[in-house]
């Protein structure tokens, strides 16, 4: 009886994963080493690196392999291993840190390989210049990537669409939207200040996901709900980044909900024409 309860477990749990992986367009399937112990490591392994139909991650605790399925157009292998580092397991790509690490469960603090340095009185002369060059040039292009606000076009996208939807025109809204996932895809993460890496952590997946939803549909009404739920998002980035132009934190009494404008002139996006000036601006961000 419990070998028939266990196999039809696993029927289902197979099921389960065809279908998600079934809502994933232009699929990528590839198979990676993830680090991990037991069924809790594989829970929070597979949420951190799943997003709703667009990655799904299938990890085997015995094997420590991981499926990866994704849609290469929005996301990336890179993107969803350091997902899944941020909460503490470590892959042949990227390690967990340390302190994210010492907080895991004792069930799943899995052994760490040893990792080791290259010596450089090891090297050549020539791999000395080469690597002293190598670290200039690195050094330099890191510099350059963090002075430039790598949130920048993931906001002025945001306030493309939200104009797209005061206009109440549902086609244009949808591109904007498309605009917006692309900026998203775009960030890069490890150039962050901290104070932004963090955010951008707790909110990249329900950012994703609600610009995601706005671009596959042009019905005005469910684009301008998940428009609700991308502005709390956005709003919590911006405080973050700490803008060098003044934003207004808006809100929709109506609708309960809040938005984000470079202008302190209310043109609510939840009702454009209808209502265009209903609402306030609650909050001032500088």
């Known amino acids: 009886m419990k070998s ?3 196999t039809m477990m696993a029927i289902l749990l197979l099921l389960s994963v065809v279908i998600s992986n079934a809502q994933i367009k232009n699929a990528k399937t590839e198979s990676v080493k993830i680090y991990g112990n037991c069924a809790m490591c594989k829970a929070t392994i597979e949420k951190a690196g799943s997003l709703k139909n667009i990655a799904n991650v299938d990890w085997n605790a015995d094997t420590k392999m991981a499926v990866l399925t994704y849609d290469p157009k929005i996301t990336n292998q890179d993107e969803i291993l350091k997902r899944i580092a941020l909460v503490g397991y470590d892959s042949d790509k990227f390690l967990a840190p340390d302190a994210v690490y010492s907080k895991l469960a004792g069930c ?8 080791v340095p290259v010596k450089v009185d090891a090297m050549s002369r020539a791999d000395k210049s080469e690597h002293s060059e190598m670290n200039m040039s690195n050094h330099s292009t890191t510099t350059n990537d963090q002075a430039v606000n790598q949130l920048k076009s993931v906001f002025d996208n945001y306030f493309l669409l939200k104009d797209a939807l005061v206009k109440t025109d549902g086609s244009a809204a ?37 610009a995601k939803s706005i671009s596959d549909t042009q019905d005005i009404k469910k684009q301008r709900e998940s428009f609700k739920s991308l502005s709390k998002s956005t709003y919590l980035l911006i405080k973050a980044s700490k803008p060098t132009e003044v934003i207004y934190y808006q809100y929709c009494p109506m609708q309960d909900a809040n938005w984000l404008s470079k202008e302190n002139s209310v043109k609510n996006p939840y009702y454009g024409s209808q209502m265009l000036s209903c609402g306030k601006t609650v909050e001032t961000i500088k």
Do not use: G, P
């Open 108 to 115: 799943c603090q899995y052994n760490r390989e040893a990792k």
């Open 4 to 6: 028939l309860e266990k």
């Open 174 to 210: 949808s591109i904007k939207a498309k605009d917006l996932l692309s900026a998203i895809t775009a960030v890069k993460m490890e150039t962050l200040k901290m104070d932004e890496h963090l955010v951008w952590m707790k909110v990249l997946k329900d950012l994703t996901a609600d």
